[in-house]
DNA sequence: CTTGATCCTCACGTTGACGTGAGGATCTAG
DNA sequence: CTAGATCCTCACGTCAACGTGAGGATCAAG
């Protein structure tokens, strides 16, 4: 496949299938003029190192990962950067998490503003409260 | 409350605040030598910004939040603003979900390899998909 | 009064994942 | 066989949130 259908089909430009070739994320082997020949298993490929770019791995470490992927062989190191980052996943889930609740936590704020403007200044304080529960 | 307080407290660098102040995040005033000044309120109000950050938000869209903090009054608008953000925050939260999902799929079967590194060979396929359920 | 800690303002450097032409070769449909 | 689509390789540009000195003023304690 050439390199134009690869980004079409995996939702990626052109240009970032040959930035992830030029980090070793994905191996083309060339027609005899010099064009990229991807296999139908690149896109998939690139569909998953778009999911760990999206998860906030660098290339580097999705590098580390991809070849478990490939060969399906997991060292012991490999399965604890598997671990490792995933435990990373995770402490990002909970930081956007407690993001979402205190976002969520304005806007019922502001809700309540919209239905009284006038006697919602006694709820400052909850505006200035980062994790401590209601203390009326 | 000088810079380097407010820094330790708020856990963050001397240089960020300096910059949040750059961006119009916090305001501080100035001792008669040009010293800054920070209100006590300025470190919960740095933490939110952090939160803010740690969300992925830029400083763009926090500044066009932080005002609801102060004055507690909820335009159109800025309520818009705030369920905006919350649900990018959502689509993250998402997205780094499937990506610890997967994560998890492959630590199973790296678990798995290392139980029986011969006889798991028939899972490969597993390693291929994306979001397909196991059909076996 | 002095000294070490802290502060100030420029202003350039860093990092990562690409974007964006420049200038040119190759492919493919009619 | 020709033209428009697609591809190639440099190689510099971008953006955001700071890091990192340089060079100098200010503060707080003894």
Redesign the pocket.
């Known amino acids: 496949m ?4 690869v ?1 079409e089909r995996a939702g ?5 299938l ?3 070739e030029e ?1 070793g994320l994905v191996i ?1 082997d ?7 020949r991807y296999p139908e298993s690149a896109v998939e490929r690139v569909k998953f190192i ?1 999911l760990l ?1 999206a998860a906030g ?4 470490a999705i590098l580390q990962i991809l070849p478990f992927l490939d060969t399906l062989v997991a060292t012991s190191q490999m399965t604890r950067r598997l671990t490792d980052e995933r435990a990373r996943i995770r402490v990002k889930i909970d930081a956007l998490t407690r993001a979402h609740d205190r976002l969520e936590e304005l806007i019922r704020l502001a809700a309540e503003y919209e239905n009284s403007p006038a006697t919602c200044s006694a709820s400052a304080d909850v505006a200035a409260s980062h994790t401590s529960p209601p203390r009326h």
């Open positions: 050439r390199i134009g259908k980004a990626v430009s052109v240009r970032a040959r930035y992830y980090q083309a060339r027609s005899p003029s010099g064009h990229r778009q770019y791995l660098t290339s580097k």
